[in-house]
């Protein structure tokens, strides 16, 4: 029947019981306090980071998305402006005048419009490899400042918990 275990978030000598092939390395006791505000700080500024990056991501997204409708709805309107137009034609003359001005402003419009939507692209993969530069700062510092918990941990002047040995056959003999 399982037990339950009830040790500390940072307590990783009892993961480790016995050493196995692995010589008399001592494991240290790590301090829990060694690591909770560092671990509150750097979970803040991680969540912090994802969070600008979701927000960046969203912000370009809008912006495309409404920027992309807004033609739509122009392109709508042109092409039904068209239609009527060459309602009113009376010549083939005027019929072709009428549609070659219509495909040459559309044209146009398509050529600005994926202009406008690879410049707002562009922005956000900016904005968002500078969210990935600063990301990656933190989970560096994430690292140096672990690094430091430990250390100051292992300072503390505990002494250092010996490994169990496992019993073999022959010992027992």
Same mark, same amino acid.
């Not at 275990?5 to 390395?25: Q, Y």
């Not at 549609?99 to 146009?108: E, G, H, K």
């Given at each position: 029947?399982?037990?339950?275990?009830?040790?500390?978030?940072?307590?990783f000598?009892?993961?480790?019981?016995?050493?196995?092939?692995?010589?008399d390395w001592?494991?240290?006791?790590?301090?829990?306090w060694?690591?909770a505000?560092?671990?509150d700080?750097?979970?803040?500024?991680t969540?912090?980071?994802?969070?600008?990056?979701g927000?960046?991501?969203w912000?370009h997204?809008?912006?495309?998305?409404?920027d992309?409708?807004?033609?739509?709805?122009?392109r709508?309107? +042109?092409? &039904? $402006?068209?239609?009527?137009? *060459?309602t009113k034609?009376?010549?083939? =003359?005027e019929?072709? @005048?009428?549609?070659?001005?219509?495909?040459?402003?559309?044209a146009?419009?398509?050529? +600005?419009? &994926? $202009?406008?939507?690879a410049? *707002?692209?562009?922005?956000?993969?900016? =904005?968002?490899?500078? @969210?990935?530069?600063?990301?990656?700062e933190t989970?560096?510092?994430?690292?140096?400042?672990l690094?430091?918990?430990?250390?100051?941990? *292992?300072?503390e002047?505990?002494p250092?918990?010996?490994?169990?040995r496992?019993?073999?056959?022959?010992?027992?003999?």
């Amino acid at each position: 029947m399982p037990t339950k275990n009830s040790t500390g978030a940072f307590d990783f000598s009892s993961m480790m019981t016995e050493w196995p092939k692995m010589g008399d390395w001592p494991m240290p006791s790590f301090s829990n306090w060694a690591f909770a505000e560092r671990e509150d700080l750097m979970e803040a500024k991680t969540v912090a980071s994802f969070q600008k990056m979701g927000q960046t991501m969203w912000t370009h997204a809008e912006k495309a998305f409404s920027d992309h409708m807004d033609f739509v709805s122009g392109r709508l309107h +042109e092409d &039904f $402006e068209c239609a009527k137009s *060459l309602t009113k034609c009376t010549a083939p =003359e005027e019929t072709m @005048a009428t549609l070659q001005d219509f495909y040459s402003r559309m044209a146009t419009q398509y050529q +600005e419009h &994926f $202009e406008k939507q690879a410049a *707002l692209f562009r922005d956000s993969f900016s =904005e968002n490899a500078a @969210a990935v530069e600063e990301l990656n700062e933190t989970a560096m510092e994430n690292v140096s400042e672990l690094t430091k918990a430990a250390e100051e941990s *292992l300072s503390e002047g505990k002494p250092a918990r010996t490994p169990t040995r496992r019993k073999t056959a022959a010992a027992k003999s």
